[in-house]
């Protein structure tokens, strides 16, 4: 399912224009995004949380020459599934 899939199942399930729908699921985004970038975490009981990870700074190699390379240390989105969500696969 891509954006606009969803952003239709969203409208169909709540009888919402597409427009209305639209909104709504970016809202959604934009928000949770905004909270990350705080480092705050977003749990949706039931569905699962959203959370920050640091990365350190590491060494890697470069795949075409072998060279060692510094990978900077980052940020990354993570996902954590819950268990209403993980029931419902199985």
Same mark, same amino acid.
């Given at each position: ?14 009888? =919402?224009? !597409? *427009? $209305?729908?639209? /909104?709504? +699921? ?6 949770? %995004?905004?909270? =990350?970038? !705080? *480092? $705050?975490?977003? /749990?949706? +009981? ?6 920050? %990870? ?37």
């Amino acid at each position: 399912m891509n954006k606009q899939e969803l952003i239709a199942a969203v409208a169909n399930a709540s009888g =919402l224009g !597409k *427009g $209305d729908a639209s /909104r709504a +699921v970016e809202a959604v985004f934009d928000t949770i %995004s905004a909270s =990350l970038k !705080k *480092g $705050d975490e977003v /749990r949706l +009981v039931g569905f699962g949380t959203f959370a920050v %990870s640091k990365r350190k700074a590491s060494t890697g190699r470069n795949p075409r020459t072998g060279e060692p390379m510094t990978i900077k240390a980052s940020t990354q989105p993570k996902f954590k599934a819950g268990k209403v969500l993980k029931d419902s696969l199985n």
